[in-house]
């Protein structure tokens, strides 16, 4: 099911999990990214979905970081792949943890999820509720710098002010500057901390009963302890390697595959986010707006 | 003829005796022809070997300081630089420590031995810089530390009845550690350079260079260099220091190519090739820590430690602690005293 031909994303598995229900109007999936600059955001999602969402990308002086406040910028594109089609939208994030003073970097980015939730619940509770747009975040990439010993301070105060929000899954990009053991070490010290400050991230659903076997093994895979935070590498250059031409980084001492299993994270990054983009929404819907929607609600007194 | 002492930066055994103030480019000897007048030899030019005789009896202080976000491998670099167990990474501290709240300043001082020469090396880290959510002025308690050894120096100076060889605490050299995010330098680099620039001798280098591949680095360097120009960061060596024509072309090339050293450090050995050498294994290939192709350390190594070593002592002396000298005589017409900070915080392996 899950080929890893070249140029294959694998989304086209949706249809799998919505369990038969039609998919003739398309999936609408919004992703939000952040992380200080320079961990590899962009190069990340251009790979995950083989595309160039940032063509003219202007990288500010850290002069000019100075001045800067958090920007909320959202890009959106239209995917079809194999008859089924994706409008995703990737929320980004530039600014956050720049500055010299990171207090109050993630106040906007609060701000648009709420609102988000905000212009949802309106129509919701409006009359014409066929064609409502679901722009909700229902997923946030958090990078995790591969440079630290661990969550730094404002990755800590930035989960826990977000975790009831929107469903979180840490990701450490760069992932070609740890040896294996330092992956290990850093996943282990990011997931003990995680589990020392209560913070909520999201939790892959187990496999359903009747899913076949491969999915189910997968499901384990990925839901293994060595798995999350997903330490992966990002690139959309072509390298030859052994006469084959494929993704990847050329160094002096070495090619790091990007698909490559043994290399990184990367492919179980991808299929778990293809494979649980409904349950993403899912929870989304369930967990984060309900918990604003009656929050809301018991504020105005309705 | 004119003989006069005859410096070279490539002596690193030179003369702890205190050093005078900056002179006036000496004019070399003239080259004698083969039919030139000298009536015998004199030996002037054994004081050479008297001064390196001299070093390597009394062996020569050298601090050097490290400063940067925590991870950036600040520990590994010192412990690679001089093959040894020299810095705080090494002496117990644990890794798993939570990073401290404030910047803290930690001496650690060891003394190593080469060729009959003894170095006492001082690390200073500075654990908790860039660390925070809210990071403004956390270069303060480094500047004030920088300060207070230069205040420590001119205490002892001024005194009537002075040490022989004054203990010398001034920080030699300070090693700037940059994030390799491919991008650019972060407001926190720039603010922490143009503030120490002014006091120590900034050497920024590229901490854990692995990530980039050959095309990322030279963008980066070069991104840097620009950066740091228009934001008139004079980093070490700087222009105006430059004593003749061969500094600065070797000065210059060292600026605008080399600088600054992307580098990988290392304490774990491979074989490679029939060899053992010092470098990171991953799944896709062993990064040769002192291969040049792989990554600048040992440029930095040979810059730092076998050229450039001792000028850094002499800038440090003879520029930034005439500066702070020169201030404080100004401020006070006198010298006051100021507090300094106890030996508390010093260990030492001695």
Known sequence: ?302 | PHAGPVESKNEAAMSELVPEPRQKPVVPMKPMGINANLLGYIGIDTIIEQMRKKTMKTGFDFNIMVVGQSGLGKSTLVNTLFKSQVSRKSSGWNREEKIPKTVEIKAIGHVIEEGGVKMKLTVIDTPGFGDQINNENCWEPIEKYINEQYEKFLKEEVNIARKKRIPDTRVHCCLYFISPTGHSLRPLDLEFMKHLSKVVNIIPVIAKADTMTLEEKTEFKQRVRKELEVNGIEFYPQKEFDEDLEDKTENDKIRQESMPFAVVGSDKEYQVNGKRVLGRKTPWGIIEVENLTHCEFALLRDFVIRTHLQDLKEVTHNIHYETYRAKRLNDNGGLPPMTVETEENHESNL
């Not at chain 1, 309106?122 to 066929?130: A, F």
């Open chain 1, 1 to 302: 099911q899950f080929s890893d031909s070249a140029g294959y994303v694998g989304f086209a598995n949706l249809p799998n999990q919505v369990h038969r229900k039609s998919v003739k109007k398309g999936f609408e999936f919004t992703l939000m990214v952040v992380g200080e600059s320079g961990l590899g955001k962009s190069t990340l999602i251009n790979s995950l979905f083989l595309t160039d969402l940032y063509p003219e990308r202007y990288i500010p002086g850290a002069a000019e970081k100075i001045e800067r406040t958090v920007q909320i910028e959202a890009s959106t594109v239209e995917i079809e792949e194999r008859g089924v089609k994706l409008r995703l939208t990737v929320v980004d994030t530039p600014g956050y943890g720049d500055a010299i003073n990171s207090q109050d970097c993630f106040k906007t980015i609060i701000q648009y999820i709420d609102n988000q939730f905000e212009r949802y619940l309106h129509d919701e509770s409006g009359l014409n509720r066929r064609h409502i747009i679901d722009n909700r975040v229902h997923c946030c990439f958090y990078f995790i710098s591969p440079f630290g010993h661990g969550l730094k301070p404002l990755d800590v105060e930035f989960m826990k002010a977000l975790h009831g929000k929107v469903n979180i899954v840490p990701v450490i990009a760069k992932a070609d500057t740890l040896t294996l053991k330092e992956r290990e070490r850093l996943k282990r010290r990011v997931l003990d901390e995680i589990s020392e400050h209560g913070i909520r991230i999201y939790q892959l659903p187990d496999a359903d009963s009747d899913e076949d076997e491969e999915f189910k093994e997968q499901t384990r895979v990925l839901k293994a302890s060595a798995s999350i935070p997903f330490a992966v590498i990002g690139s959309n250059q072509l390298i030859e390697v052994k006469g084959k031409k494929i993704r990847g980084r050329l160094y002096p001492w070495g090619v790091v595959e990007v698909e490559n299993p043994e290399h990184n994270d990367f492919l179980k990054l991808r299929t778990m986010l293809v494979t649980h983009m409904q349950d993403l929404q899912e929870v989304t819907q369930d967990l984060h707006y309900e918990n604003f929607r009656s929050e809301r609600l018991k504020r105005t007194g309705k």
